[in-house]
């Protein structure tokens, strides 16, 4: 990176990309060589800075300003503005939402405040397609330690001193994970990386994969080397294209420099990674399915044990951990397991990564060190609840896990507060309320997701689940007995005790922990018949106030049924049996003349 | 077995893909996904010389091609739209633009208009969840949507 005066990063991350962010460096690349400033500024495309919620990102090095929102219009004011004149562009710098104030380096804003970046630690620092930039920041200097300095039962013991435990969703200890499968001996062992992300609402593996993939690769071949193994398999979403061509990129170029393949940096290590792709299957996340999606099977798991430590794939002894355990292991092995097991809480140990979203005003991917609370993430990093509306629930774990709500506000995250708040850690999505989330809803929505995504193998999960989900449609339809609220909690224990998988498990968590905490809700809707935050469309009716209405015929223009009738100046009316209660007449009204009933 | 309605141009291109994996069984997800990557999708015929080049049963081929939700045995539309119905999607709103595509297009999920123009499909995060409500149409993404974009993205590809 020396050769060059300057270097502008461009956010090359899905959600900026999706906000041409390709443009922006196109255009920059253009102007910059308008001005002959093409070998003295480099603009290079990185993985994804987190901020999605003010993208498409810009950073300037080596001044660290931080610009926002940029379009492909800006990249020239950019270039004659920042670069040439050296002033900044105030209107594309973070405004402080307190304060109004322009904040130009991120390390002051909100967001970045309270997060250390471990596992994200490269992503938007360097041009994920290119080995030298990985490398220039530290990159396989684990690796040629371990190699180097250090025995297969060092490796393990300074991992299990770390505390690491899987990211994946489990939290099972990375290091004793390690050591059982050193210890078995076969002729042939696997390391796989599970980057099956099917969390709906978390992207943080791809983002690591998208913007630092040499890190997992580092990782893979770490573990490799622990526990004997001289294969490297990583199970990966199709539905992930870019993230496959850049790890596709970053092994070519990693079999380039001698370090993966034969005698890796004359060590007699032999390491090698093969992609295989999934096809679109939640259950493949678990591991036992995931291996038999592997070799080309339906991803249906089987009872543990054996577990794939000692019968894997193709029956070897196989190491399966998640993407972003994996990109904790360089860092552990350089700074040893000292200084990170001094980061988090007693039990959990690091930083975890979370996708931040749903109703809040910062969206993005943060990284924050376990123990930190709901109320920190939320009103300092994520910058409290969009449209000043107020907090109602926060969902982790995504389809297997549960909601939180303001009583847990200032619970410290890790992985044993969550089980017990009767949530889980799981991948990292966390998604937040506000108030117009009906719970029921909710439940009702991650229980469709389970229906279609259990593989149907063992009954509780196949059937048990598809029965939740009638009882929870049936609620919100109003036509819900308190009888049915005993049954969905008895229904759900039953699941949770006999499903075959991690799947079944923990499938009803979100219908148990809605229940818990906003019961009052669901007797509401089967008693009252009432739907507080307005989503269950069976049980409410729009009603126009005859005093308010002016006869601006805007709602009857835009019903897309006709159910609204009227003299033009004079009020209107709408017919309920025509009414779809799509909404859109309340998004038109500006008088305030409609209401939900 | 029934036989092959395929043209032989077709047949060839299956078997070369095949031929590329080495015809092992174990590499049937990988051999579909090149298949469905070259004709869109997975009709009876195709997973029928599937199994025959990998020597498998073709229950086996179509218990794979039906278990995992990337495949599909339907011709997918000239613009096949998706709807992300991932959870940050869904708190913010994506279901009224479900329901207006549905009721633009007048299809519902998982159909294709009778002009074969469009197809309407759900998933399950594209991981552009800052966007939230996010629609994929071919590979562009559209995002921060409401029910009012829903014409303007049709028209985009009727005209």
């Known amino acids: 990176m020396a050769k060059y005066k300057m270097h502008v990063l461009v956010c090359g991350g899905t959600g900026c990309k999706a906000s041409q962010s390709a443009q922006i460096v196109e255009n920059l690349k253009a102007v910059l060589t308008e001005n002959g400033l093409q070998d003295e500024v480099q603009v290079i495309t990185t993985g994804c800075f987190g901020f999605c919620e003010k993208g498409p990102i810009v950073k300037m090095m080596p001044d660290n300003t931080f610009y926002t929102q940029v379009k492909p219009e800006d990249a020239r004011t950019i270039v004659e503005e920042h670069i040439i004149k050296g002033r900044k562009v105030t209107n594309l710098l973070y405004t402080d939402p307190e304060n109004n104030e322009h ?84 002729d042939q062992k696997y390391v796989v990386c599970n980057a099956d992300e099917g969390d709906p609402g978390a992207f943080m593996d791809r983002s690591i994969m998208e913007g630092d993939p040499h890190s997992i690769i580092e990782a893979m071949a770490i573990c490799g080397y622990a526990i004997g193994a001289t294969k490297g398999l990583v199970y990966i979403r199709a539905e992930y294209p870019l993230a496959i061509d850049r790890l596709q990129i970053a092994i070519k170029q990693a079999r380039e420099y001698g370090l993966l393949g034969q005698d890796i940096m004359g060590s007699g290590f032999d390491f090698d990674i093969e992609l295989r792709y999934g096809a679109g299957a939640f259950v493949c996340g678990e591991e036992t399915a995931l291996i038999h999606s592997m070799e080309g099977k339906r991803g249906e798991p089987t009872f543990k044990p054996p577990f794939p430590a000692v019968s894997g794939y193709l029956g070897k002894p196989t190491n399966v951990n998640n993407v972003e355990t994996f990109a904790n292991i360089p860092v552990i092995i350089t700074k040893g397991a000292d200084w990170f097991n001094k980061i988090g809480t007693e039990k959990s140990k690091g930083t975890k990564v979370f996708a931040l979203a749903g109703q809040i005003n910062n969206v993005g991917l943060i990284e924050v060190p376990m123990g930190i609370t ?224 | 077995m029934a036989t092959i309605k395929l043209s032989e141009s077709k047949i060839k291109t299956i078997k070369d893909i095949c031929k590329s994996f080495d015809n092992k069984s174990g590499e049937v997800i990988n051999v579909l996904h090149q298949v469905q990557g070259a004709f869109g999708y997975l009709p009876a015929e195709v997973q029928e010389v599937v199994a025959m080049e990998l020597n498998m049963p073709v229950a086996q081929v179509y218990g794979i091609v039906s278990f995992y939700s990337f495949f599909t045995m339907q011709p997918k539309g000239e613009h096949p739209i998706s709807i992300c119905l991932g959870t940050a999607c869904y708190v913010r709103g994506a279901e009224k633009v479900l329901d207006e595509f549905k009721r633009q297009l007048n299809i519902n999920v998982g159909e294709t208009t009778k002009d074969g123009k469009f197809s309407l499909n759900c998933l399950r995060c594209v991981g552009a969840c800052g966007l939230a409500p996010v629609v994929m149409v071919g590979d562009k993404v559209y995002g921060r949507l409401t029910p009012d974009n829903v014409k303007d993205i049709i028209a985009e590809y009727n005209s």
């Open chain 1, 103 to 186: 904040v130009s380096d991120s390390k002051h804003m909100g967001f970045y405040k309270k997060q250390i970046r471990i596992a994200l630690r490269n992503c938007g620092f360097i041009d994920p397609e290119n080995i030298d930039e990985s490398i220039s920041r530290g990159g396989y200097e684990a690796l040629g330690k371990c190699l180097s300095e250090m025995k297969p039962e060092d490796v393990i013991q300074e991992i299990k001193l770390s505390g690491l435990r899987g990211r994946g969703g489990g939290g099972f200890p990375t290091g004793l994970k390690w050591e059982i499968a050193s210890k078995n001996h076969a």
């Open chain 1, 374 to 597: 709901l109320r920190e993430v939320i009103y300092e990093i994520g910058g409290g609840i969009k449209d000043g509306k107020e907090f109602k629930a926060v969902q982790t774990g995504g389809p297997s896990g549960g909601c939180l709500t303001k009583k847990h506000l200032d619970t410290p995250i890790d992985y044993d507060n969550l089980i017990a708040a009767g949530s889980m850690m799981g991948s990292g999505g966390m998604v937040v309320m506000d108030e117009t989330s009906c719970m029921v809803s909710i439940a009702k929505f991650y229980l469709e997701f389970t229906c279609e995504e259990s593989c149907g193998k063992c009954t509780p999960c196949r059937i048990g689940n598809k029965r939740l989900c009638e009882m929870l449609t049936k609620i919100s339809k109003g036509n819900g007995t308190m009888e049915d609220l005993y049954e969905l909690r008895n229904l759900a224990a039953v699941i949770k005790d006999t499903a075959l998988c991690g799947l079944g498990q923990t499938s009803p968590n979100p219908v148990l922990s809605t229940l818990d905490n906003f019961w009052d809700e669901y007797v509401e809707h089967v008693v009252d018949k009432k739907c507080r935050a307005g989503v269950c469309k069976s049980l409410m009716s729009y009603e126009i106030d005859q005093t308010k209405c002016v006869g601006c015929t805007a709602c009857a223009r835009n019903c897309p049924v006709g159910a609204i009738k009227g003299e033009k100046k004079m009020p209107h009316t709408i017919d309920p049996a025509v009414c779809i209660k799509c909404g859109a007449c309340i998004e038109r009204c500006k008088f305030g003349a409609i209401s939900i009933k």
